[in-house]
């Protein structure tokens, strides 16, 4: 029987081997921490437990500039500059790749299989159909805000009632995202809506994979994640659905009356205009990415990457921050419900009334920007050398991202960087100031990312956050359970973590 050191010393004679043959071609890149091959490993393990300040020492060693960083999955290059950003956000698909850094981190190939990257037609989806539909279906929206707010928050007369901000965000999310998604009575099933919710998790456990050589990986898919259970399970939901439509579209045609306006149909389409053949478990894997993509944020997993190719980047995080931030400031209450209020009287509910609400979008945009999800954003791999217009070049199959982290405290970029003021970017149009708004990419903001993997699902995401603490503000009194400072975060590599702990006290609306 192999004893337990014997496997040590082989795992540490592999993790060296690694660092040594690491790529060398990144040398031009100034380091922050270790660049000696075997030193760097001290600095993988600084990424991890204090990745703030090693950002914060590169942003400021190498302004306007570049650095590179170890981690354990090898180089990362940090940029800086604003004109290197605008030379990421310009790079074509050819050049650099969002969704390869993403199936690299989450070892998609092993989880959910290789076609996600080779024909990600889903994106388009998201782009697309998702966004194009939201008007037409924002009553169910607003209803699913309502209804499940009103189960989830038990009040009695005028009592105060604690409930954590994040777990609440959680079912909040879930439920609304499945409605419109999957329409009814698909949303209403707790089974179904359990799969939805433990696809986070299972998917996100493919970061687990990098531990093993690659020969073992899809073995290791098998032990230590549940993902291809859960894809069987989302089969017997999916499969008799596809079947009926296809059956209906091969009669009728794809504009057939009472052809469900929902996801299913919309991957259905755009399986078939890729040229892909449309199978439960194609539609499946697409769906558990997409619901993935929708409320990942919104759970005890965070994705190490922006994923701003996907719906609701940052959903969960932003609205339990911007929920920490109302309850700790009764006069932003105030001035946010007094515009719902007035919009929702002369415009009454609807997708094109939540454009009206630029309080509250700005409210939002500012809770992305001070209380990130990560310190890095708009992350890429080089698909062939990219040549930046200051002259740096990053060879083929080189990760970059961006200091999302610094740049937003910066005091150059926002004055008071450091202060929260959720009417940072309030919309006068009266007066004509047009800030960009909470959907909206700049050079300086990219809690979206930014250029053509922009999250393609942000309008979504827009939707939901803003009628969701819409209908918070204008049904409850809210403040928070003991603290009267916002409550701590947590941060692990250049994540940042929300407090789940801290609880937000409701009650009816004071009249």
């Not at 189960?151 to 009632?161: E, F, H, M, V």
């Not at 439920?175 to 419109?180: D, E, K």
């Amino acid at each position: 029987m192999i004893e337990y050191s014997s496997l040590l010393a082989g795992a540490a004679l592999l993790v060296a081997w690694c660092f040594l043959v690491r790529n060398r071609k990144l040398d031009h890149i100034p380091t922050v921490g270790f660049s000696n091959p075997l030193l760097s490993f001290i600095s993988s393990i600084n990424y991890i437990i204090g990745c703030g300040k090693i950002a914060e020492e590169g942003y400021r060693r190498y302004p306007n500039s570049m650095f590179k960083i170890s981690t354990f999955d090898g180089w990362l290059v940090v940029v800086n500059g604003t004109q290197q950003i605008d030379d990421i956000r310009r790079s074509n698909d050819e050049q650099m790749h969002g969704m390869t850094t993403v199936a690299e981190y989450l070892q998609l190939d092993y989880t959910l299989g290789k076609q996600l990257l080779s024909n990600p037609y889903h994106i388009d989806v998201i782009r697309m159909a998702v966004t194009r539909n939201i008007g037409a279906r924002f009553q169910e929206i607003h209803d699913e805000v309502s209804r499940a707010y009103s189960d989830a928050i038990k009040l009695t007369g005028n009592d105060w009632t604690a409930i954590p901000a994040y777990e609440l965000q959680v079912g909040i999310i879930n439920r609304v995202s499945a409605r419109y998604f999957f329409g009814q009575p698909l949303c209403n099933d707790p089974n179904f809506l359990n799969i939805c919710d433990r696809a986070t998790l299972e998917i996100f456990k493919g970061r687990l994979l990098r531990i093993f050589p690659v020969i073992l990986r899809p073995l290791g898919a098998r032990i230590f994640t549940n993902i291809h259970s859960l894809r069987t399970n989302m089969e017997e939901y999916l499969r008799p659905i596809i079947n009926e439509r296809l059956k209906q579209d091969q009669f009728h045609g794809t504009e057939w009356s009472g052809r469900p306006n929902d996801l299913v149909s919309w991957l259905m389409d755009g399986a078939q205009a890729s040229g892909t053949a449309i199978t439960a478990e194609d539609m499946s894997t697409r769906v558990l990415f997409t619901i993935f993509g929708a409320i990942h944020t919104s759970t005890a997993v965070y994705s190490k990457f922006d994923m701003d190719l996907y719906i609701a980047p940052l959903t969960g995080s932003t609205i339990t921050a911007a929920l920490y931030e109302l309850s700790l400031n009764s006069e932003d209450v105030k001035e946010i419900r007094e515009e719902v209020e007035r919009v929702v009287e002369s415009d009454g509910w609807s997708k094109a009334s939540l454009a009206k609400m630029y309080k509250l979008d700005s409210y939002l945009r500012e809770s992305q920007r001070l209380h990130f999800m990560n310190r890095f954003a708009m992350s890429r791999v080089t698909l062939k050398d990219f040549v930046f217009s200051d002259g740096t070049v990053l060879p083929k199959n080189t990760t970059t991202t961006v200091n999302i982290y610094s740049r937003h405290n910066d005091d150059n970029l926002y004055p008071d960087a450091g202060v929260f003021d959720g009417f940072r970017f309030v919309r006068d149009p009266s007066s004509g100031i047009t800030r960009p708004m909470l959907a909206t990419p700049t050079l300086e903001y990219h809690a979206f990312g930014h250029g053509r993997s922009a999250c393609p699902g942000r309008f979504f995401a827009v939707t939901e956050l803003k009628t969701m603490v819409a209908h918070i503000v204008t049904n409850y009194d809210i403040k928070l359970e003991k603290d009267h400072e916002y409550p701590q975060k947590v941060f692990l590599e250049q994540q940042s973590f929300p407090n789940m702990q801290a609880k937000i006290m409701f009650r009816k609306r004071s009249s």
